[in-house]
């Protein structure tokens, strides 16, 4: 046997296997054999036709099979000891019809090569890193709605934003009064600050327990048939009989009151005796808003790297683009072949992008292992509890949850990649030089924003 490979450019090439009748001939011999003792054979027990039968019968057929695998099997053995970076998969190359009446066959496959890349990351490298600085106005809106979380309904005499009014409800007939035989609600609630309406929402603004307030239960809600059957108990299928005005004599109102600073609402929201006055809690909740903000600066830094390491190594890579679309057109049938060329264009920056980041990694040695995946996907179960609002059972069914998660195929693929695309920032936010700057929510938003319009513009360009 005798494996080479002929460049035809930089980045193409074609390996040639040349096979002699001692590189197969025993593995013909060992399945013809195979299929005596297994296979059915018309007018022959198992293991009682012999080989010139066999020969006759499935010669050609299993010849044709061998030599396909040894030679497939010994490019792909040429590819790994020469340590042969390719792009897709090689691509036998057909000149004609073998002879397999002939000893010596010579096979060959297309290949694309991928362009050497020496990347560099280490701290001759700077790139930008955006903190974003806590506020006031921040510590004050997070403020707000930890102690609206560890607030209470409580009862009240007056209406109050968002306040539920309670009292009995009766319909009223066209004159005004009440209707005889209509409906009555002893225990109605009625939440103004959700109505549709907000005319009839207006109508609540200033009253107080006592005072009695007509309105109209379909302009409430545009008169969604639920609601309404809520509001007035009653089935959904009556909910037409009964347009017109209501009356609520209220009762009750009942207003959220949220949580007064002190030593229960501290250990409420950070655990006992961490926290022990205003000043410790302002500063514990400004650690919190920053915790909160820095996905954002890690993803906008991701982003900057990424672009940083396209615009350095992949602006002037060359790709071997006519075995592209050889590939392309020989693995996507469906795809016509005036398209080709458009296709493997538009799937350039991928496959460069593609290239860098495996080169990067292997500058850095950046590998994963299953511990790196189990911890990522209970990362996610986490956020997905606490933005179900269940953070407090976050502890217990974290593990679960992410159990399941990697049950699945393709989630786990996608944690998977999730997973070695973060090992990958941070080691490449280590081995570089940060410049650190903190800047405004709105300077940051400002910056995103700024590099979604060019990243937009540089496409419609290329459009």
């Known amino acids: ?221 545009d008169g969604n048939e639920a609601e309404i059957a809520s509001m007035l108990h009653i089935d959904r299928d009556k909910v037409e009989t009964v347009r017109g005005n209501f009356q609520i004599t209220i009762s009750e109102f009942i207003v959220h009151k949220p949580a007064e600073l002190g030593q229960e609402f501290y250990d409420k929201v950070f655990g006992k005796d961490t926290v022990h006055n205003e000043e410790e809690y302002r500063q514990r909740v400004s650690e919190m808003i920053a915790r909160a903000l820095e996905p954002n600066s890690r993803q906008l830094f991701a982003r900057m790297a990424e672009d940083y390491l396209m615009e350095t190594y992949g602006k002037d890579m060359q790709l071997p683009l006519d075995f592209l679309k050889k590939f392309m057109a020989r693995n996507n049938s469906e795809i016509k072949a005036e398209d080709i060329a458009g296709e493997v264009e538009r799937a350039v920056p991928g496959i460069k992008w593609e290239i860098i980041e495996n080169k990067a990694a ?14 990522f996907a209970h990362a996610m179960a986490i956020e997905q509890l606490q933005s179900y609002g269940m953070a407090h059972m976050a502890d217990q069914m974290a593990d679960y949850l992410a159990e399941n998660i990697l049950k699945d195929k393709s989630q786990r693929q996608r944690v998977v990649r999730q997973a070695f695309n973060g090992k990958l920032i941070n080691s490449i936010h280590n081995a570089i030089k940060l410049n650190e700057k903190t800047v405004s929510i709105e300077e940051f938003r400002t910056l995103v924003d700024s590099l979604n319009n060019a990243s937009g513009a540089a496409v419609a360009a290329e459009e």
């Open 1 to 221: 046997m005798d494996v080479t490979l002929e460049k035809t450019s930089e980045l193409e090439g074609v390996i040639v296997v040349r096979l002699v009748e001692d590189d197969y001939k025993a593995r013909v011999k060992s399945e013809l054999k195979e299929i005596g003792q297994k296979r059915q054979i018309p007018g022959f027990r198992p293991g009682h036709i012999d080989m010139a039968q066999l020969q006759k019968r499935f010669g050609k057929e299993v010849k044709a099979h061998v030599l396909n695998e040894v030679a497939s099997d010994a490019a792909l053995k040429y590819i790994e000891d020469n340590k042969l970076d390719l792009l897709g998969q090689p691509l036998p190359l057909v000149e004609e019809e073998y002879d397999l009446t002939a000893t010596e066959f010579v096979f060959k496959y297309e290949i694309g090569l991928a362009p050497t890349v020496d990347i560099k990351l280490d701290q001759s490298v700077e790139l930008d890193y955006y903190n974003i600085a806590v506020s006031d106005n921040m510590i004050d809106d997070q403020d707000k709605a930890l102690r609206n979380q560890a607030g209470e309904q409580v009862p009240a005499q007056e209406y109050a934003a968002r306040a539920l009014v309670k009292g009995v409800i009766r319909q009223l007939d066209e004159e005004g009064k009440e209707k005889e035989d209509g409906i009555m609600v002893e225990d109605g609630i009625l939440a103004p600050f959700s109505f549709k309406s907000k005319d009839q929402a207006d109508k609540f603004e200033g009253s107080k327990v006592g005072d009695t307030i007509v309105f109209d239960a379909f302009a409430t809600c």
């Open 362 to 375: 292997e500058t850095l040695k950046v590998e994963i292992n299953e511990d790196d995946v189990k911890a």
